[in-house]
């Protein structure tokens, strides 16, 4: 083990899209657990869009940050020391260690991580709390019935190609969108989607009519912004919005304007606000579903992982571009000593 | 009995507000009706926003005007002659006549108006279409249970008057939102309302989290823009948003933006969109319960009725104004003969 804990820390609030020297790097003591806590060694780091949000500093999220905290987010970790009752060295645990590679934690909302059910990645991604929004939103929310078109943006991150997959599990005719013929490509022939939009190859709401001739049923939100705009044009009666996350508004100081909502009249439909952590008490049955298929070759994945703490910056600044390809993983540490 | 039919009828589709320009009278000869047809003489006709959007001759509606046609529209008619099986001369008819004197019927579409219930006028208030949509949109999918904030825009008018009054009848906090202090009395002294906001006051947002402390946890919305936007600032956990109306746009010829969803996420909320016409088998069921509160004195309801057929296109104008104080009628004909 070595003797210093290098972290990546918070500097400045972000103006617009983020940019590395919005971050700062340090390393303090390793630091020994007290009775109650254990000590863990961080060896992935998730990387999620909401974190910009985080850094604006405003009063959305719970957490707070000061130029030369540590940043936040939740890794995948191996305990190496516990003075805790129920966590034991040796142990796999999903963790909000944030960006560094040793934290201490009293056990709050620390998940226990089965390194034989799937990859030990897969706890910070599909059978993480990306993968519980997609099932939830998809299950309880989206309700997508057998024949429907479900539409579903970001589609091959891990919240998008869950709920993709998810509806195509629940028989519904599945249409990704996203922004790549890559990506497109990766949807249909790996995720099993009947057909994907690549919204940088013209116009959106054209692509969807041609794309969803019978209209969409039901809509998955991961952007917000133009793409909403675009499938409201093309709602079926009845249909239901899951509105998830609104990427595109997270680099801005001022929240845009939204879609015109005539058409949700029109088609009778319902938006629904989607917050994941409404959803926690799910998490067991998504695992235990979700984990199923992927050990029968049902379900499927994409990993974009960078190496290195110190990737980290560069690399969280590339995904709020849209330019990572699955799930965004810093790679912190070995997964076995 | 007159020898000729007068009419108001179609010009052209408004640039912005509708002026009286955009309208045009002649008079027609008195049609006789054929098998299975009745004629029925106009006693009110309703003006409703709606019509504002007839008159672009989009595709959103099945009515298509050419300059010269009569101008579609809803009234309240008595039979005075007819060769249908079930309506006979002397009974009473909501039936949409259209801005005229005189028009034939082959029954579809017709609501026989008993004139014991309560003023017939109400029929195409309180009691009709406006009620009705009212009613369906609070009952069943605004759902405000006892104690919670429900919140209604143009709540004077007859769809806000009864969605607000429906809503304190199930035990809700009611608070309105009105374009005049007048209004604004009328509906605390009179509707029975908790609050009620003047939008022309000052800042909607920081009135209504004054008069909404707890937030909002159902929104009827009537006019949409900037007041949807300010709602959306002051939402409660888990609210419901019932879209009805958009009042602004019918006179835009592009839809304007809509507001920023992301309170919505955060507060979990549910935005749905109400056609009345999905709720027409709920007639029965408004007209017993909401007819039973009137004639208990336990609901009421206020009109604003122009004198005389050539006086329509003004007083539409003025409703798309928002000069309007209560359901705007026109009285075309006498009660009784």
Not at 303 to 313: K, M, R, V, Y
Request: hydrophobic share 40%; glycine share 12%.
């Amino acid at each position: 083990m070595p003797d210093r804990n290098r972290r990546i820390t918070f500097a400045r609030s972000p103006q617009g899209l983020p940019v590395p020297e919005d971050f700062g790097a340090d390393s303090t003591a390793i630091p020994t657990p007290g009775p109650g806590q254990f000590l863990s060694r961080s060896i992935y780091l998730s990387l999620d869009p909401y974190y910009r949000n985080v850094m604006k500093n405003s009063q959305m999220y719970a957490d707070r940050l000061a130029a030369g905290d540590v940043m936040v987010g939740e890794t995948l970790a191996q305990i190496v020391d516990s003075r805790h009752p129920e966590f034991c060295p040796g142990e796999y645990v999903a963790v909000r260690n944030g960006w560094q590679q040793y934290a201490l934690s009293a056990g709050q909302g620390v998940r226990r991580i089965d390194p034989n059910t799937a990859p030990l990645s897969t706890a910070l991604g599909v059978l993480g709390m990306p993968g519980l929004t997609g099932w939830s939103g998809t299950v309880y929310l989206g309700e997508p019935r057998p024949g429907q078109t479900f539409v579903v943006s970001a589609c091959t991150g891990p919240v998008g190609s869950t709920a993709g997959q998810v509806a195509r599990h629940m028989g519904a005719r599945v249409v990704g969108i996203a922004g790549s013929q890559a990506k497109c490509d990766y949807a249909v022939n790996e995720l099993g989607f009947d057909a994907c939009v690549n919204y940088k190859s013209g116009d959106l709401a054209a692509l969807l009519k041609t794309a969803c001739p019978d209209g969409i049923d039901v809509y998955f939100d991961n952007v917000g912004g133009d793409t909403l705009a675009a499938v409201i044009r093309n709602l079926a009666l009845g249909a239901r919005i899951i509105l998830c996350g609104m990427i595109e508004a997270y680099s801005m100081d001022q929240p845009p304007p939204g879609p015109w909502l005539g058409p949700v009249v029109g088609a009778r439909a319902t938006m629904k606000g989607l917050v994941v952590y409404d959803h926690l008490s799910r998490m067991p049955e998504m695992t235990r579903t979700v984990g199923g298929w992927i050990r029968k070759g049902e379900f499927r994945w994409r990993e974009d992982i960078a190496e290195g703490l110190e990737s980290a910056p560069d690399a969280f600044c590339r995904l709020m571009r849209g330019g990572n390809f699955g799930k965004a993983l810093v790679r912190i540490g070995p997964e076995k000593l």
